[in-house]
């Protein structure tokens, strides 16, 4: 059975043990994943006949995933909404501030439509202080890592900023989506989930099965089979509230566990927090419902269709013909890169003929947000 060394993760929820570490206990810390003897999960025994349901994508993308049949438990229509709280997690830079205030801005213009089940909203801001957008956004302040324990890669503070807020923060909703600051609701957002069965979305980049000498490191044979861990990451994800608390610390294990392998970091690169979120949802016995109609991430999905989501991770070049330059700067370009130290003008241009639906609905978005929104260039 595989062991971590698990955190007293109440004891550290303190500034006093958490924000301001002393050297010994920074050390002691990062010792405790090396030398622990807590067994991080015990053996789960899973005889499921149903793999997880991948909705179908119609809508001209890139990237495709074949149907699996949905589980009849979970085609039953719900008599009721089921809300979820919205939980996105961010620092205090201003490449992270002026995305919150633009993903915020289309939650309050998706919550209250026909569809939506979005509940309360809570921008878990893992800095450790306060900022200026207190007053605009729902925040809860976090405490980051010890200083030097994510090592540049400020993604691991992630985890941690979720079992910090399950654990001091009061959710009314049953059921939470967990966001990032680089998503824009293009549609009101149903509850995803059924029950036990979380929704995610599948990411044609993370592929457990391609590498299953790594995960196996984390997710060891008597646990089941590999394609027990689902393809996703963290984020979009909507989960009830009592699988995720019993998720997140493991995650957050699971997460400078690999950060501190050399091959693992290596191999997972920027995406290696995904990969510890979907590593241990497995360990938990947990699988998603993975649909494809939760997100698009432009350019490479071509049109918006009944997604919900817009990611807008990857940089949209084109040139002047509608062509895509990617990999080139373009003639024209959207890239929120671009945007490192400060917002970005309001009235972006608008893309050139040719260009793809989806490209030219982001930047119409942005452009609505950051109308509406005041003090824009500002803050």
């Known amino acids: 059975m595989l062991s971590f060394g698990l955190v007293d993760w109440k004891a550290m929820i303190t500034r006093k043990n958490m924000g301001r570490a002393s050297p010994i206990l920074m050390v002691l810390f990062t010792f405790g994943f090396a030398f622990g003897t807590y067994n991080l999960v015990t053996m789960v025994i899973r005889n499921r006949s149903v793999r997880n349901w991948v909705s179908d994508d119609s809508n001209g993308g890139v990237f495709f ?31 992270s501030k002026w995305q919150c205030r633009i993903m915020y801005y289309w939650y309050k213009k998706k919550k209250d439509l026909p569809g939506s089940e979005m509940g309360g909203f809570t921008r878990i801001l893992h800095s450790g202080n306060p900022d200026e957008l207190m007053d605009e956004i729902p925040t809860m302040v976090v405490d ?46 149903p509850n995803l989930s059924h029950g036990g069965m979380p929704a995610g979305y599948p990411f044609f980049y993370i592929k457990p099965e391609q590498n299953e000498k790594i995960i196996r490191k984390f997710y060891p044979e008597e646990n089941g089979p590999v394609t027990n861990v689902d393809p996703i990451g963290n984020s979009p994800v909507i989960i009830r509230k009592d699988l995720l608390e019993k998720i997140a610390p493991t995650w957050m294990n699971v997460s400078l566990k690999m950060k ?61 013909k509608g062509e895509l330059t990617y990999g080139k700067i373009g003639e024209w370009r959207f890239d929120k890169r671009s945007y490192l130290r400060g917002p970005p003008p309001r009235n972006l241009s608008l893309p050139p003929p040719g260009v793809p639906e989806s490209v030219a609905t982001l930047v119409k978005m942005v452009n609505e947000a950051t109308a509406n929104i005041p ?5």
Not at 280 to 298: C, K
């Open 65 to 95: 995933d074949p149907v699996v049949e949905m589980p009849e438990n979970v085609k039953k229509l719900k008599n009721s909404k089921t809300p979820y709280h919205v939980a996105l997690t961010a620092t205090d830079a201003p490449y």
């Open 375 to 379: 003090n824009w260039e500002t803050q």
């Open 260 to 320: 501190d392998d050399p091959e693992t970091d290596k191999t997972f690169g920027w995406v290696l927090e995904m990969y510890a979120y979907a590593v241990a949802s497995a360990l938990h016995g947990v699988q998603h419902i993975l649909r494809n109609d939760f997100m698009l991430q432009p350019p490479w999905d071509l049109e918006v269709g009944e997604r919900f989501i817009i990611h807008y991770t990857y940089g949209c070049d084109y040139n002047l």
């Open 144 to 189: 980051p890592l010890p200083a030097g324990l994510d090592r540049g890669y400020i993604v691991l503070n992630r985890p941690w900023a979720f079992v910090q807020w399950l654990e001091k923060a009061k959710i009314d909703e049953e059921y939470i989506l967990m966001a990032e600051p680089d998503h824009i609701f293009v549609r009101p957002l």
